[in-house]
């Protein structure tokens, strides 16, 4: 997809800065403008906007048939959703926060990721759950979790999370225009950070990992509200000499590796960082890839920074939960060490 046809009218001028939520918004209204088959959909999304206002001004500008306020039920949402998209519509759904989309588990994996298979690839599924993921915003259970492993398991999906405001204003349309249905991981952490959106560059293809930083010694992986935090290690590794290589993968199913491969091939080590669990994780399946196609050239073992395989805690005790500049750059040490 090329800027041309993607820009909204209500678009922040060329150079203009803007918050990662802002450009979701601006994603959306492009999407919507573009194809009145588009409809924005779940909890509290129209006269609120969505708790983190990301849907901020849809219903006022499109009106209530196509930004409709659901009730609270995950399983209707997708469910509903699954019934529009069979109808030629392309529906995107909002879960409020990530655990809360487990009560729509079921309609996800059982309905949602089988029916293009099913029928032979008669019947396109264009369905986008955007999910906002991740913690440190200082919230409760079931409001800062990383379920993504859970979705990439899944065949029929696609699982993508974008990582900074560019990405989520391309990404965002991207998945609308996808025939498959696409689970859009959104770091939550992340939606008031703010960067440069440059409208007059093309949009790189959504199922692809990017290089954020060149590098020669150390090649660091990660993805969503990691990918942050991956920028700062190597910012902090050159002050001491370091020349780290970082890789933003975005898309979790399918992932892209070519670009990780690459440079491991280049820099002889890796590490992978990621907010979830370690154990049966997307970094694990990262770091076993690697080692399978890189080994002859690997320095080091590969290294995994990730969250505890333990519940999300108590908000109190979250920066000790999750992976920090610190333990990247620990772990940045323990591999150059070798």
């Known amino acids: 997809m090329t800027s041309s046809v993607a820009v909204a009218r209500s678009a922040p001028p060329p150079g203009s800065s803007t918050t990662m939520a802002k450009a979701l918004n601006n994603g959306l209204r492009a999407a919507m403008e573009r194809d009145r088959k588009v409809l924005v959909m779940g909890e509290d999304v129209g006269k609120l ?122 990404m965002i349309q991207q998945a609308i225009e996808c025939d498959d249905p696409v689970i859009f991981f959104e770091p939550k952490r992340r939606y008031w950070e703010k960067a440069e959106l440059d409208l007059s560059a093309d949009a790189p293809p959504l199922f692809s990992s990017r290089v954020l930083r060149q590098g020669t010694d150390l090649t660091l992986a990660g993805y969503g509200p990691m990918a942050r935090t991956c920028l700062d290690a190597a910012s902090a590794a050159d002050v001491e000499g370091h020349q780290l290589e970082v890789i933003d993968l975005r898309t979790l199913s399918p992932l892209d590796l070519g670009p990780v491969y690459e440079s491991v091939r280049r820099t002889g080590r890796l590490v992978v960082v990621a907010e979830a669990p370690s154990e049966v994780s997307v970094a694990a399946e990262v770091a076993a890839k690697v080692q399978q196609e890189c080994f002859y050239s690997l320095e080091a073992p590969v290294l995994r920074v990730t969250g505890f395989d333990t519940p999300y805690p108590p908000s109190r005790c979250e920066d000790d939960y999750l992976p920090d500049l610190d333990r990247v750059l620990d772990a940045v040490d323990r591999s150059l060490a070798w």
Do not use: M
């Open 49 to 170: 906007g969505g708790v983190f206002r990301i849907t901020d001004g849809l219903q006022k500008d499109f009106g209530e048939q196509r930004v409709l306020d659901t009730p609270l039920s995950e399983s209707g949402i997708i469910g509903t959703a699954i019934g529009l998209a069979i109808r030629g519509f392309r529906p995107v759904c909002e879960i409020q926060f990530d655990g809360f989309v487990f009560p729509g588990f079921d309609q996800i994996v059982s309905q949602l990721a089988k029916l293009h298979y099913r029928s032979q690839g008669r019947v396109p599924v264009p369905v986008v759950v955007r999910i906002p993921f991740g913690g440190g915003i200082g919230a409760v259970e079931h409001h800062s979790e990383s379920p993504e492993s859970l979705f990439a398991h899944v065949p029929g999906l696609k699982v993508v999370a974008c990582g900074n405001p560019v990405d989520a204003y391309w």
